[in-house]
Nanobody
């Protein structure tokens, strides 16, 4: 199983960027795909998660209205569209795949079995 994340970079405040992550090695159609991020000196935190076939999505409060998560089948690719970026969004962004047993579990790192390598986003002028 492999998760490959792409799309990070340097963006000015107020700018936009889209991250993508493709899962391979098995079928993940019944798994939740998610994005987490980790800033220097901080714990890894949930950003957004999406289930399969039009099921519920999750976004942490700090990104609501700015970030959109989507998923493309059958390639098992998850996207994170980020608008109105702020310096506090600067972090390494990780994609993850798992099967949380509850909707509340979407936000917890322990709910996910597979992780990508991370891609750096820096928001700075």
């Amino acid at each position: 199983v492999q998760l490959q994340a792409f799309g990070g970079g340097l963006v000015q405040p107020g700018g936009s960027l889209r991250l993508s992550c493709t899962a391979s090695g098995r079928t993940f159609s019944d798994y939740v795909m998610a994005w987490f991020r980790q800033a220097p000196g901080k714990e890894r935190e949930s950003v957004a998660a999406i289930t399969f076939l039009g099921g519920p999505t999750y976004r942490t409060d700090s990104v609501k209205g700015r970030f959109t998560i989507s998923r493309h089948y059958p390639e098992d690719t998850v996207y994170l569209r980020m608008d109105s970026l702020k310096p506090e969004d600067t972090a390494v962004y990780y994609c993850a795949v798992g099967r949380p047993s509850t909707f509340a579990g979407y936000a917890y790192t322990g709910s996910y079995e597979y992780w990508g390598q991370g891609t750096q986003l820096t928001v700075s002028s």
